[in-house]
């Protein structure tokens, strides 16, 4: 029988409020303590959002995260912020990491208060995200390292596990690692081996759920490989994943079910929905069934994200209540 | 054709001046003294602006009146960018709100959403194609005619193309009802509901605008597509849209692509008959150093792409990055054109030009940046000379 949860997938967007006032701040017509305010006033109304939902992990939407990487950069060694590069085939950008040092976790100490908020209770259950190490690899302009694999082991045991390991003190209890990189380019079978062994040190003695989270591609292609990472749950992008296509694969992880579309205005019809979450758990029969959008919210406006958030507190509750 | 032909890319920043007046918030004394500091520094005659803003700080300005400072801060912007010595020039597309919120609040069919982010804390409207997109009126014929009667050198007419307008839209019109997840067919279904879009755009809107500015006289138009490799895999939807937009127009045409993977336009791009040049951005993904050689100019590798295969095509070289504050000097700007023309293998085919449009940037280190541009294009002449 499987489980049926919720929570967001990543970065979440900032209320039209907050937009108006990181402007005024980046212009000088505001200041730190107006700024903080609004970050706090949107996290606030974002807790509220999730909780009233029946999302089962909470997530602090990342509202200060200015893209996947920039805030990781600031606590590292041997990293800087480069050029603006495009995110996939989005319209946003993130500043390229640059690797020009050995890559270490250096400002442990505002790990969890500027970047990961969460309150104090503890019967909550958190999930925070984070950059793959395959795709942190790729992305990142490497000028260290003798090539990228061998920064992508340094990243995991260096730099993306002790920061975890931190987070898991404070009470995360799910880390999904996003990973476009690996369905959006067709990879190397040797890397994916490699990448397959930096998870598998990331893991190891992690009290934590672990998620790769796919997106942006077609996660078929790499399924067979996915299945044997030791991590909890696979993520799939069912906006560009065939259902149908993974039937032959025996899926004894959980299932991150992306299948609400974080780069659509147009708020999906809940029957279509709860008809394709309720399929997906009769074909491949996760042990847990996560439903989220297929990616981070922050495509939509506020408004339209917090409409998609309800739909997926919706489609899954009426899947624990048989309808 | 000259070589090392220099020009701007489109948008300047606004003017402290220009957006108060126009969003109707107070104008202090700074704000004036702004409009007869640049004046003097551009020699414009002024006093009939000074007049206008006066009057705003006293009462609300009506839209003729507000028209009128976007046509004040079209003169400032010409004559600014004239004063740089460019050799092509337009008005830093001063009477546009936005490369995007402008075309698309000034077409049919459209409702705009609400904010999302670009990047850091930039962010921009989008819309939501809700009909089939019409144009009301050519929303940059008005512009163009300021422009053609006020400037002294050559203009070419930046104009936001159709796949980028789209891309940057939400589709609540061609794609309702297309809701199909987890499967072929949903995505089938949704690439066809795009492609309809995209030359919808190209047809109704980008078209008839094109039409107008050429019977106006405009001579180069640049369309801008910075979403063209957004998905690589519609950079043939680009292509066909650039052709459906332009096809048959008796014009000069070029192509801005920014901040993009271009091994991507390859091979598409290399049947875009209409498209003269493909001015690109960059100095963002260069090093600083000094150095005509590739280790140095790391941010010009895609150049032999263009030379591998033989696009016979001018390059639009953004010789100034437009995200940074850093003043380019003219040496490092010469040896980025030098290098250019080393790998290109022919001056003619290299425009140096910005890396985008310097709407970020203030006018002061617009201006130097721009200066140093035309300096370091003469010097890289000189050189080769």
């Known amino acids: ?323 | 054709m000259d070589a090392l032909q220099t020009h701007e890319i489109g948008s300047l920043s606004k003017l402290s001046w220009r957006v108060k007046a126009i969003q109707g918030r107070t104008l202090g004394a700074e704000d004036l003294t702004s409009a007869k500091n640049w004046g003097e520094r551009l020699g414009i005659a002024y006093q009939g602006l000074i007049d206008l803003l006066q009057r705003a700080q006293q009462e609300k300005l009506s839209e003729a009146d507000r028209a009128e400072v976007m046509r004040w801060s079209s003169r400032y912007a010409i004559k600014m960018l004239e004063q740089t010595g460019l050799d092509v020039i337009y008005d830093g597309e001063q009477q546009r709100s936005e490369m995007y919120h402008y075309p698309v609040s000034h077409s049919q069919g459209f409702e705009f959403r609400g904010t999302v982010r670009s990047f850091d804390n930039k962010y921009y409207r989008k819309a939501a194609c809700v009909a089939e997109p019409k144009l009301s009126r050519p929303y940059h014929l008005d512009e163009f005619r300021f422009a053609r009667d006020h400037a002294e050198k050559p203009l070419k007419v930046p104009i936001t193309g159709a796949y980028t307008l789209a891309d940057w839209s939400y589709d609540e019109y061609y794609s309702k009802g297309s809701f199909q997840i987890g499967s072929e067919f949903g995505r089938a279904q949704r690439n066809q509901a795009r492609r309809r879009f995209v030359l919808d755009v190209a047809r109704n809107l980008i078209r008839p605008n094109i039409e107008t500015l050429v019977e106006a006289g405009a001579e180069w138009i640049q369309i801008d597509e910075p979403a063209v490799t957004t998905h690589p895999e519609e950079v043939p939807l680009f292509v066909e849209a650039f052709e459906a937009s332009t096809q048959g127009i008796d014009c000069q045409f070029s192509a801005h692509i920014c901040f993009s993977d271009y091994t991507r336009l390859f091979p598409d791009i290399l049947s875009m008959e209409n498209c003269s040049e493909f001015a690109l951005e960059f100095a963002n993904r260069d090093s600083t150093a000094l150095g005509v050689n590739p280790q140095v100019r790391t941010g010009y590798e895609i150049l032999t792409r263009f030379k591998e295969h033989r696009v016979d095509k001018r390059i639009g070289v953004g010789v100034v990055d437009v995200h940074s504050d850093f003043i380019e000097p003219p040496d490092l700007i010469r040896d980025r054109i030098l290098y250019a023309v080393e790998v290109l293998g022919d001056p003619a085919r290299v425009n140096p030009t910005p890396d985008c449009g310097l709407r970020t940037r203030t006018w002061d280190v617009a201006y130097e940046k721009l200066s140093n541009l035309v300096a370091g294009a003469e010097m890289a002449a000189r050189s080769m000379s």
């Open chain 1, 1 to 323: 029988m499987t489980q049926v949860k919720a929570f967001l997938n990543g970065i979440y967007p900032r209320s039209e409020p907050l937009v108006s006032i990181t402007r005024d701040y980046d212009r000088g017509r505001t200041g730190e303590q107006e700024l903080k305010q609004g970050f706090q006033q949107d996290l606030e109304a974002l807790i509220d959002l999730q909780v009233s939902s029946g999302l089962d992990y909470l997530s602090d939407g990342m509202l200060n995260w200015q893209d996947l990487y920039h805030p990781i950069v600031g606590m590292a060694e041997g990293l800087k912020a480069g050029p603006l590069e495009r995110s996939f085939n989005t319209n946003t950008f993130y500043r390229q990491p640059i690797v020009a040092g050995n890559v270490r976790l250096q400002r442990s100490d505002d790990v969890d208060s500027e970047f990961f908020h969460r309150d104090g209770s503890q019967e909550t259950l958190w999930k925070a995200v984070l950059p793959s190490p395959y795709l942190f690899s790729r992305v990142a302009a490497n000028e260290f390292y003798h090539d990228e694999n061998e920064l992508m082991m340094a990243f995991t045991t260096e730099l993306l596990k002790p920061l975890t390991q931190r987070l898991v003190e404070r009470g995360i209890s799910f880390i999904q690692l996003n990973e476009p990189y690996l369905v959006s380019h067709k990879p190397r079978l040797q890397d994916v081996k490699l990448f397959q062994e930096a998870i598998e040190a990331f893991t190891k003695d992690l009290n934590a759920r672990v998620c790769i989270h796919t997106h942006f591609g077609d996660a078929e292609p790499i399924m067979e490989h996915l299945l044997d990472f030791e991590v909890d749950a696979i993520g799939i992008d069912f906006l560009e994943t065939d259902l149908d296509s993974l039937t032959g694969y025996d899926f004894e992880m959980e299932l991150v079910c992306g299948c609400v579309n974080s780069r659509s205005s147009l708020i999906e019809d809940e029957e279509v929905v709860y008809a394709f979450a309720h399929r997906t758990i009769e074909q491949l029969n996760p042990p847990i069934c996560y439903l989220t959008t297929n990616t981070g919210l922050e495509f939509v406006p506020e408004e339209i994200a917090r409409n998609k958030v309800r739909l997926l507190g919706r489609v899954a509750e009426r899947l624990r209540t048989g309808g």
